[in-house]
């Protein structure tokens, strides 16, 4: 908003007013203040008179305001599409023109949500995935913007941070495929790693295990955390470790 005060004296006369804080009138900002006169021109006497003036503010665009600028959410993992995020709203507090304004996604990296362009109600378009790169430290964030019919329009934005939370919709598996063991009559060892991308408690440590009759042949040490040694303890050739079970 911008404040004018216009007016013409005459040049022997000082000026001065006093402006009281802006009001609300009839859906108009108005502000009242003390106008004094008094001459100063050096002639005989003390000249001066007062009147009540009214002051209109005139209105410029302002864009819209939400009410939280910054809120959080819960959404869980692999909710259905439909599902119910949040609410956000917006107020635009113009007296004139340019009050009406839509809500609008400003930014959604992965494009799981949409918003009501009129209620700011955020629902899902798309399943969330808490492994998604998108997601950092269990936290999805987006932009929503409110925007009014304004020329230009104006914007206001706000952030709403989503906290995923995780499912167990992953299965543990090994960093590689395949390993090679050393043809060697001694007994060898090889480091066995594996990962879950599910977070705590869905991750690891994990219980490893060897398929088929392999004792005195191959065992693992240990057989729980998140790496095991596979130890060979008898000659054996070199297989993938869920096929090497053949009796050398």
Same mark, same amino acid.
């Given at each position: 908003?911008?404040?004018? &005060? ?11 007013? &006093?402006?009281?804080?802006? *009001? ?15 001459? +100063? ?7 001066? &008179? ?36 949040? *609410? ?15 809500? *609008? ?30 997601? +950092? ?51 060898? #060892? ?37 790496? #095991? ?7 054996? +050739? ?11």
């Amino acid at each position: 908003m911008r404040r004018e &005060h216009k007016g013409i004296c005459p040049s022997r006369w000082k000026t001065r007013c &006093h402006i009281s804080p802006v *009001k609300w009138s009839k859906g108009r900002p108005q502000a009242y203040g003390k106008l004094t006169q008094a001459q +100063v021109d050096g002639t005989a006497g003390d000249l001066s &008179h007062s009147v009540l003036v009214l002051i209109e503010v005139e209105d410029t665009n302002d864009p819209p305001m939400f009410t939280v600028t910054v809120k959080q959410a819960m959404l869980e993992e692999n909710a259905p599409i439909g599902t119910w995020v949040e *609410k956000m709203t917006a107020v635009d507090h113009d007296s004139s023109h340019a009050r009406d304004f839509v809500y *609008k996604i400003g930014s959604d990296p992965a494009g799981w949500l949409t918003v009501d362009p009129h209620t700011g109600d955020i629902t899902t378009v798309n399943t969330p995935d808490r492994e998604s790169p998108h997601v +950092v430290n269990g936290t999805y964030t987006i932009l929503l913007n409110a925007v009014d019919n304004g020329d230009p329009p104006m914007t206001g934005t706000a952030t709403l941070s989503i906290h995923v939370t995780d499912m167990n919709d992953n299965v543990p598996q090994p960093t590689v495929e395949t390993v090679d063991v050393c043809l060697s009559d001694n007994v060898t #060892t090889t480091d066995i790693t594996a990962f879950d991308p599910d977070g705590i408690p869905f991750g690891g440590p994990f219980t490893f295990e060897l398929l088929e009759d392999v004792k005195g042949k191959w065992k693992l040490s240990p057989s729980y955390g998140y790496t #095991t040694g596979l130890v060979k303890e008898s000659r054996c +050739v070199c297989w993938p470790i869920h096929n090497c079970s053949e009796d050398l």
